[in-house]
């Protein structure tokens, strides 16, 4: 699974979600489905705007946690496997 730690960076720089948004440029709504983890999809330019006004590395906003699932590719789709 795929976290994304915007909302913990903010904090700790006691920023809001528009002070990112006027530093970077970048649509409220847009930042905003971003610390929820509500994104889809996420720009390249925006985590690169994101990582440079926050002084912070991409690893320091995005990282990948296992899956409590493991997915198993079938002929028929995907199958879920509890450990």
């Known amino acids: 699974m795929i976290r994304i730690l915007l909302s913990t960076r903010l904090g700790e720089?006691?920023?809001t979600q528009a002070d990112l948004a006027r530093a970077t440029g970048i649509r409220p709504s847009t930042i905003n489905e971003i610390y929820h983890e509500?994104?889809?999809r996420?720009?390249?330019e925006h985590?690169?705007?994101i990582c440079e006004a926050l002084g912070c590395e991409l690893s320091d906003i995005i990282v990948r946690t296992p899956n409590a699932d493991?997915?198993?590719n079938t002929r028929v789709g995907v199958a879920l496997h509890k450990d």
């Open 13 to 15: 720089r006691r920023w």
């Open 38 to 40: 509500i994104a889809e």
């Open 47 to 49: 985590l690169d705007l």
């Open 70 to 72: 493991v997915r198993v």
């Open 42 to 44: 996420v720009n390249l």
